[in-house]
């Protein structure tokens, strides 16, 4: 399918506002992290502010801040990704339920809740009115927004710009219920420690990531998505035969790759996937982690292709994302590699303005 551009970039974790390019590094305390504060009143009016949920402050923040970035007023499409959606309305409206004994509610919490508020919510503060998609994927909401966006660029040749990201909140309640089916870890660790734990589960966190992208090229583009694939399951054994595949039908070899970004989480049950390839196809290429920084959670890979971007642009590596010692002097070619729990395997191919 058609590659596209991707002209800005806005990001919300839990580290610094520039912790693509910084060496600044924060180290929450809890294996359930919260993003560090913003200035969301910078483009977001007070009163609009104190009705919005996490997850929906972060979205509008970060699609504005992306659009304002590539200096576009309203795209054309929006497209996000979520993999549990508004989770702290969703926990507002059953504890209302339950407090209530089932009598009548007032709508707002669960109209709220539905997956695709943050995208409505972006459409109604910018006033856009064209094609709006959410995708509820789990861990591979993001990579079926590009894969949509890049049909919508195919297909229809009014969509030119497109604004494209992910974001997902923690709640209370709801979120620490993953304890019980091992995916967050049982011990308290700080998220650097992370990748050395080697235990079962990870630390789970808050993020939002969105891009600004277009169907041609701009003066103010830093990279371009050349392809994305979607796998369900997947074997550890299989996984470099499918890598191949994969950059084959882009008719690329894995040599031709720079580097790697890679989602290693430290869960000992499923971080062979990335180790497989760390040792084998990519053991001579720089390996990038990004997890170890920021936690896990169903949107977070779209962090990790805002890092390739990011590498692309300024062609330079910041040492924290550092998995392994190896270098090279010029970054062409980046392949984001993400997972959870075994399963929604999501593949994205950076590329470089100037090859």
Known sequence: MRSFYINSVSTI???PEDFLTSDEVLEPQGNIL???VRNYKELI???MLRRMS???KMGIFSAVQALSRSGIKSPDAILVGTGQGCMQDTEKFMQQIEESEEQLLTPSSFIQSTHNTVSGQIALFLKCTGYNMTYTQNSISFESCLLDAQMQFELDPEIQKVIVGAVDETSEKFTGFQKLDGQIKEEEITITQLLESNTPGTIISES?????ISREKSSGSLAICNAVKILNDLQTDEIEEKVIDFLQENELTFE???AIVLGNNGDNRFDTYYQNLQRGLFSNVPQLGYKSLTGDNNSISAIGCALGVSILQHQQIPKKFRLNSKSTSTFNRILVYNQYLGRSHGFILLESLEI
């Open 256 to 258: 031709q790759i720079d």
């Open 45 to 47: 009016k007070p009163m």
């Open 13 to 15: 974790t839990a580290q």
């Open 54 to 56: 996490k997850a929906v």
């Open 208 to 212: 939002s990531a969105f891009f600004s």
């Open 34 to 36: 919260k993003t560090s």
